[in-house]
Structures are given as C-alpha cells and as structure tokens.
C-alpha cells in the first residue's frame, strides 16, 4: 500500500510563499502499468468541498485550477519520490488543508495523504 506524507504547511501573511511537499513511500512515475502515474494536489477549505488545485502526470503534463493559475507550480523531483507545490503570492481564500494524490495503476486507485494545514493572513 502506498502511503503519502506531506510537510510545509504552516502560517503565512498575503502575498507569501510556502511550498508543499509530498513524500511517497514507492517510486513515482516508474513506467510500470502497476505504479503511480498521476500525482495531484486537493485542498478543502471549511465548510467546501475538496477541490483540485494541481496535477502532474508520468509524462509531465500539468493541469491547475483556474483560482491558482500564475501563482501555483506543482513539480516532482523522482529520485526522491517527491511532488512539490510552490505556492506564491498567496490569499487568504488559498487558506485549507492541502492533500496530496497518488493515482495508481490501470484502475486508477487512489491514495489519500493526511492533508497539511494552509493558513493565510490578510
């Protein structure tokens, strides 16, 4: 089973920066039909619904929420087994707990990290 472990959360003034961090337990992104292929970025704010914020895929494709366009770059680094959220020029609407994704295989199994606290000042 593959576990996530996100760090870099934390408390920051508007127009900060933070980056985010996600560690997996396995290789990401190693080709196998059995391994992770997309690696994504949620957040869920009180009271909303957890909602995409980024998405990077085996072949490097990246997707962004429109609210995060411009100011939100999600990459990888794999010998690390790591997906990273540089967050700059943040909000106060950008305050939630931020989970990390893994989509594994060809039955798309997905796997939940236990979310880093984001907290924007005004």
């Known amino acids: 089973q593959v576990r996530l472990v996100e760090s870099g959360g934390g408390l920051v003034q508007a127009g900060g920066s933070l980056r985010l961090s996600c560690a997996a337990s396995e290789r990401i992104f190693s080709g196998s039909i059995f391994g992770i292929n997309a690696m994504s970025w949620y957040r869920q704010a009180p009271g909303k619904q957890r909602e995409l914020v980024a998405q990077i895929t085996s072949g490097d494709d990246t997707n962004y929420a429109d609210s995060v366009k411009g100011r939100f770059t999600i990459s990888r680094d794999n010998a690390k087994n790591t997906v990273y959220l540089q967050m700059n020029s943040l909000k106060p609407e950008d305050t939630a707990v931020y989970y990390c994704?893994?989509?594994?295989?060809?039955?798309?199994?997905?796997?939940w990290g236990q979310g880093t606290q984001v907290t924007v000042s005004s």
């Open positions: 994704n893994a989509r594994i295989g060809l039955r798309a199994t997905l796997v």
